[in-house]
């Protein structure tokens, strides 16, 4: 028996990778239907609360605005930091209304991942002429 006559038995890991994609790839479905509707005019604050109600209307969970205390060495600092929004407990959307995206925004994204403990993370910037040249995906 070769190869392509195996079945194949995904591990966890690997269906969880899978889960993970399919939620970005619905996830960026509805931020590039917000866009659509809106355009790159208007400030992160109006993109988040439309973004939030296309999810709702997806039958997607989420959290907004979701505070995220900094711990060092036994001491919990309530700093103010705040995730923009996160998906089904998995997936941290950090918002922009930008020029462009730059390296201290996604170290941001990245920060946090790394915070949460989360895997995936996607930076939306919407101040873009089309979406997807405003989407970073990062996976720890």
Same mark, same amino acid.
């Given at each position: $028996? !070769?190869?392509?006559?195996? &079945? *194949?038995?995904?591990?966890?890991?690997? /269906? /969880? #990778?899978?889960?993970?994609?399919?939620?970005? !790839? /619905?996830?960026?479905? +509805?931020?590039?239907?917000?866009? %659509?509707?809106?355009? &790159?005019?208007? $400030?992160?604050?109006?993109?988040?609360?439309?973004?939030?109600?296309?999810?709702?209307?997806? %039958?997607?969970?989420?959290? /907004?605005?979701?505070?995220?205390?900094?711990? *060092? %060495?036994?001491? %919990?600092?309530?700093?103010?930091?705040?995730?923009?929004?996160?998906?089904?407990? +998995? #997936?941290?959307?950090?918002?922009?209304?930008?020029?462009?995206?730059?390296?201290?925004?996604? +170290?941001?994204? $990245?920060? *946090?991942?790394? $915070?949460?403990?989360?895997?995936?993370?996607?930076?939306? !910037?919407?101040?873009?002429?089309?979406?997807?040249?405003?989407?970073?995906?990062?996976?720890?």
């Amino acid at each position: $028996m !070769n190869d392509e006559d195996k &079945p *194949y038995h995904g591990g966890t890991e690997t /269906r /969880r #990778v899978l889960v993970l994609e399919e939620l970005t !790839n /619905r996830i960026i479905g +509805a931020a590039i239907e917000v866009h %659509k509707e809106l355009g &790159p005019g208007l $400030m992160e604050s109006a993109y988040e609360e439309c973004l939030c109600h296309e999810l709702r209307l997806r %039958k997607m969970g989420f959290e /907004r605005q979701v505070p995220l205390p900094v711990e *060092y %060495k036994g001491l %919990k600092l309530e700093c103010g930091y705040r995730l923009d929004v996160v998906v089904e407990d +998995a #997936v941290i959307l950090e918002l922009k209304c930008v020029e462009r995206v730059l390296p201290v925004h996604v +170290a941001q994204l $990245m920060t *946090y991942l790394k $915070m949460t403990g989360k895997r995936v993370g996607l930076l939306i !910037n919407f101040k873009v002429e089309v979406l997807s040249r405003g989407i970073v995906r990062k996976v720890l």
